[in-house]
């Protein structure tokens, strides 16, 4: 039998002479036959070993099984489709394909118990273009490469080929590779305009190597798959937010400025803002990560996990915050979701029973580098309300506007929770409950649009619980991996399902194995930095072995400069921001997603739009006085010299202080982005 058969308009299901293939509004997804099954199942053992959030994953698959045969019942407004191993043989695995909001679905039940290893085969073609599965910094359009999905540190240089990397693997098992990642989501975006999304927070890995496949590994039978097909990119990204919700919009002080990452006490404080404030440099706000204590550790300068002012280490800071507030200067701090074990709080926690546990039945220590923390347990509803109480109290109430939500990616997987699932299952799950215990504290404190907090783990359903993201620790290098560029797919990436509001820390943050921040490069990452929704700076791991904003005269001047530009782009910035909480738009754009026509866009990972009407290309390597971009064709307007063009490649002066920036000559804010040649 052979035919077309419409389960609902949109979803077409062709039964074939030995198989079927489902499509969705034109669009082949899945084709099956038994020459070519799109379905396999098995069985593995897997070793997860976890050193200081780096997770060494080895699978040993003992059995693999393609799924041949089909036998597909029609049901009412769905299909039913049994799979076996064997012709006339026992359903192993059955599929339900139906129509739901507009989606194509297909849930899954098995019949054999012993299955914890799950391939699809998703229909593709040679042209095809992938995007998404989270943040990716090394590879915006991901065709050609396999990338597990499992939230980890992202790994030092993350390049196997570079002696950073190198270095980091032989001292401290840390180096990462390309896929590595704080935020993974088993969520990917094709150039035929549909989405896929597979419903599960196990380990899985998406190969997109195969020209006639996209196989997609899940270590377990996931709940469920969804669909979507769009008219165009900009449609298809406002039909996943409005899956996985969308973003707040950032509190207006936000746009007052750079957010400056200063550490060291009340004194140091008030002497660096009077001295950038003698500059003319606009100041948004300031983020003090040791607001709590810190200590030192051969890794660098550390924190106190000990969610509280520390008077002695910030003297008067309750009076302070006041007055800076009065200045239109706010203050922001910093917490992750693990107690330290020399702090009060780590001490309350245990006796309340909130803590995570290991085997045992003890309290679970995870190894943070030289010091040992517990793991506030959120699947304990107490705990949950304990921990937004803490964030309330300590920081909410004692006048923080802000805060760095750090980590959430070190769940161990042999660690014993309340709900007695398997950590393997909820380590992935982990960044976006802890996502959640911020929102929920913010929103219940009747803060949110008032109180931005920015993380750098997440997973899916964080779009709706995170109010920025930021990249995570890049190297203070060059390095196209885990450097000044990295920052620009990742913002792209995680951009492409859902996350649209997205910065990084001004100058990078991880100073090993010989890295250390240079005037140049702290110089090229704040021209960036003031294209980018949120401008914040940071001192790094290794505050003296990094060039700092105020190490001389010519970097102030420029940070000052460059805070100047973003403060005048602030009305467009905002707009764009608004976009993104109302339709689920990114800040930052492929070029793709406005000059769909150009197949040049596609492979461009290194440039962005900037909302429509602004293009960036930031310089990204060392010692470059000049910068050629390419431009989709239509009327441009080089920033900074007033020069048109109207598209294709260009080399343009880009000496430091004014990097690559166009805009679009009839957009309407032209009248805004003049005035920026002024500055």
């Known amino acids: 039998m052979s035919g077309t058969l419409n389960v609902t308009k949109g979803v077409n299901v062709e039964i074939l002479q030995d198989g079927f293939e489902v499509a969705l509004n034109g669009v082949v997804l899945l084709q099956h036959t038994i020459q070519k099954p799109m379905l396999f199942v098995g069985h593995g053992e897997e070793t997860i070993e976890m050193y200081r959030g780096n997770f060494d994953i ?37 599929l339900i394909v139906k129509e739901e909001e507009n989606r194509l679905k297909v849930e899954y039940q098995k019949n054999d118990a012993n299955i914890n290893r799950f391939w699809l085969r998703v229909a593709a073609d040679k042209q095809e273009k992938v995007y998404g599965c989270g943040e990716q910094l090394s590879h915006f359009n991901m065709r050609g490469k396999n990338f597990p999905l499992w939230t980890s540190e992202p790994g030092v240089g993350r390049n196997k080929q570079t002696y950073v990397t190198w270095q980091a693997d032989v001292v401290d098992k840390a180096g990462g590779d390309y896929y590595n990642t704080n935020f993974p989501q088993p969520t990917y975006v094709s150039s035929k305009k549909y989405y896929c999304h597979v419903e599960t927070t196990a380990y899985a890995d998406f190969d997109f190597r195969n020209e006639a496949f996209h196989e997609l590994q899940v270590w377990e039978v996931p709940k469920y798959m969804l669909f979507e097909t769009a008219d165009t990119y900009l449609e298809l990204v406002e039909k996943i937010t409005g899956l996985f ?10 746009y007052n400025g750079v957010v400056l990452g200063i550490q060291g006490g009340t004194d140091v404080v008030e002497q660096k803002l009077e001295k950038v404030l003698a500059k ?90 030289e010091f040992y923390c ?80 920015f993380m750098r783990a997440g997973y899916t359903g964080i779009q709706k619980y995170c109010t920025l993201l930021w990249g995570g620790d890049q190297s203070v290098d060059w390095s196209l991996d885990d450097g000044l560029a990295s920052v620009i797919p990742a913002a792209l990436s995680s951009g492409m399902i859902g996350c649209g509001l997205h910065h990084s820390d001004i100058g990078g943050y991880t100073s090993l194995h010989g890295n250390k921040r240079s005037k140049e490069l702290l110089m090229r990452w704040a021209e960036m930095g003031a294209f980018t929704p949120m401008m914040r700076t940071h001192e790094g791991n290794r505050p003296d072995d990094c060039f700092q904003f105020d190490g001389d005269e010519e970097t102030l001047e420029h940070l000052a400069r460059m805070s100047n530009v973003y403060v005048t782009m602030a009305p467009y910035i905002k707009s764009l921001v608004e976009e993104n909480a109302r339709r689920g738009i990114p800040v930052q754009r492929p070029l793709f997603m406005h000059y769909e026509e150009d197949e040049k866009t596609y492979d461009i990972q290194y440039q962005y739009l900037f909302g429509e009407d602004v293009l960036v290309a930031p310089v990204h390597q060392e010692n470059q006085t000049e910068w050629e971009v390419y431009l989709p064709e239509d009327q441009w307007v080089h920033v900074w010299s007033g020069e048109a063009y109207t598209g294709g490649s260009v080399t343009v002066q880009a000496p430091l202080g004014y990097p690559p920036v166009f805009y679009r000559k009839k957009s309407i804010w032209s009248e805004l982005f003049s005035k920026l040649i002024h500055i």
Not at 377 to 406: C, H, P, R, S
Request: charged content about 30%.
């Open 245 to 254: 919700g969308r973003q707040p919009e950032l509190p207006e002080w936000v």
């Open 58 to 94: 080895k699978d040993y698959v003992t059995e693999r099984t393609a799924l041949r045969y089909a036998n597909v019942e029609e049901m009412e407004g769905a299909y039913k489709i049994d799979l076996s191993n064997l012709k006339n043989g026992d359903t192993m695995l059955s």
């Open 374 to 453: 517990g793991v506030v347990d959120f699947t304990n509803e107490e705990a949950t309300e304990w921990y937004k109480q803490v964030i309330k109290e300590n920081m909410i109430d004692f006048g923080l506007d802000g805060w760095m939500a750090d980590f959430g990616e070190y769940l161990p997987t042999d660690v014993v929770l309340k709900n007695r699932i398997d950590a393997k299952i909820m380590h992935n799950a982990w960044p976006t409950m802890w996502a959640k215990v911020n929102y929920e504290a913010v929103s219940e404190a009747g803060k949110l649009g008032e109180i931005v907090y």
């Open 280 to 369: 003319g440099m606009k100041v948004s706000g300031v983020w003090c990560q040791d607001w709590q204590g810190k200590r030192i550790t051969s890794f660098g300068k550390r924190l106190m996990w000990n969610w509280k002012w520390n008077e002695s280490e910030y003297p008067e800071l309750d009076k302070k915050i006041a007055e800076w507030k009065e200045n239109d200067i706010r203050f922001l701090g910093y917490i992750n979701p693990y107690v330290a074990i020399e702090g009060d709080l780590y001490k309350e926690a245990e006796d309340k029973g909130y803590l995570a546990l290991n085997t045992e039945g003890n309290t679970y220590l995870v190894d943070f580098g």
